[in-house]
T-cell receptor
Framework: NAGVTQTPKFQVLKTGQSMTLQCAQD?????MSWYRQDPGMGLRLIHY???????DQGEVPNGYNVSRSTTEDFPLRLLSAAPSQTSVYFC?????????????FGQGTRLTVV | TQLLEQSPQFLSIQEGENLTVYCNSS?????LQWYRQEPGEGPVLLVT?????EVKKLKRLTFQFGDARKDSSLHITAAQPGDTGLYLC??????????FGKGTSLLVTP
């Protein structure tokens, strides 16, 4: 079982560049979310989706866009990268209303903006 | 955002010692989860506690949910080097978003 797959694992961007972090899950989970993890800050919610076509903002959404055109995929777009977006990004999925709050996480994308 | 405070932030102990990690909030959660994260990996769920006063055991790990469903603790008995990692508590609100604490970094040395 692949679970939650994130690509790429590592990325270096220059300030002002844009990119998309990919996230795919094969568990038919309804709920998907993006977190960023910074030293001493825990995991902070960026955006989440409760189903295809529905997205909403989390705690730290500025500078990021998401879309959910299919149940499986939930890409995160950085519109114009800034050094403050240097972080480790995690995508997670859970069953949601189908009866489970356990979050399954990908392995993360380590992003450095120079 | 409902704030979850974890303590201690760092813990370094020797193999065989016992330890307790605390997770406190001023808010009530529908449930609370504990995750463990190893370097270079995503967090993995250890347990979910739902009922106030609930106690769950997972081998040498004991999890407790406060009566008022605002706090939780994780107790490890006779810690082993394999317990080393980042322990995160997460409160589940009325939706499905997880509100994470900042984590407790545990190092167990032989």
């Amino acid at each position: 079982n692949a679970g939650v797959t994130q690509t790429p694992k590592f990325q270096v961007l220059k300030t002002g560049q844009s990119m998309t972090l990919q996230c795919a899950q094969d568990m038919n989970h309804e709920y998907m979310s993006w977190y960023r993890q910074d030293p001493g800050m825990g995991l902070r919610l960026i955006h989440y989706s409760v189903g295809a076509g529905i997205t909403d903002q989390g705690e730290v959404p500025n500078g990021y866009n998401v879309s959910r055109s299919t149940t499986e995929d939930f890409p995160l777009r950085l519109l114009s990268a800034a050094p403050s977006q240097t972080s480790v990004y995690f995508c997670a999925s859970s069953q949601g209303r189908k009866g489970g709050t356990e979050a399954f996480f990908g392995q993360g994308t380590r992003l450095t903006v120079v | 955002t409902q704030l979850l405070e974890q303590s201690p932030q760092f813990l370094s102990i020797q193999e065989g010692e016992n330890l307790t990690v605390y997770c406190n909030s001023s808010s009530v959660f529908s449930s609370l989860q504990w995750y463990r994260q190893e370097p270079g990996e995503g967090p993995v769920l250890l347990v979910t506690v739902v009922t106030g006063g609930e106690v769950k055991k997972l081998k040498r790990l004991t999890f407790q949910f406060g009566d008022a469903r605002k706090d939780s603790s994780l107790h490890i008995t006779a810690a082993q080097p394999g317990d080393t990692g980042l322990y995160l508590c997460a409160g589940v609100d009325s939706g499905y978003a997880l509100n994470f604490g900042k984590g407790t970094s545990l190092l167990v040395t032989p």
